[in-house]
């Protein structure tokens, strides 16, 4: 088992920055892909970013690519998301996902996919 807690959501301007953090509990982080997840109030959860286990790869959605970083540190076993340019459509609770299968070698996009979740943390962007 895997269990996820995000931190560092809030309220901010258009065009600040937050950076949004996952811990995760276990001995096996190192060994899994992690990815951030959002979800708009009526929407679907939308991939956002991935990262492999090895750290030697990340993906960002084409709506974030160049706004936001995905990194992980597995020294502390933590998954981070440093969100830059905000934007009012970035608005949406953020959700931090583990892959339930180690080593895998792809980042997987599909919500369905994942086996572990976070509780969510709120990301509110004024315009």
């Known amino acids: 088992q895997v269990q996820l807690v995000e931190s560092g959501g809030g309220l901010v301007q258009a065009g600040g920055s937050l950076r949004l953090s996952c811990a995760a509990s276990?001995?096996?982080?190192?060994?899994?892909?992690m990815a951030w997840f959002r979800q708009a109030p009526g929407k679907e959860r939308e991939f956002v970013a991935g990262?492999?286990?090895?750290?030697?790869?990340?993906y960002d959605a084409d709506s974030v690519k160049g706004r936001f970083t995905i990194s992980r540190d597995n020294a502390k076993n933590t998954v981070y998301l440093q969100m830059n340019s905000l934007k009012p459509e970035d608005t949406a609770a953020y959700y931090c996902?583990?892959?339930?299968?180690?080593?895998?070698?792809?980042?997987?996009?599909?919500?369905?996919?994942?086996?572990?979740w976070g509780q969510g943390t709120q990301v509110t962007v004024s315009s």
């Open positions: 996902a583990a892959d339930g299968t180690r080593f895998w070698t792809r980042i997987r996009t599909v919500a369905a996919e994942y086996d572990y």
């Open positions: 276990g001995r096996t982080f190192s060994s899994r892909n």
């Open positions: 990262i492999r286990w090895s750290g030697e790869s990340a």
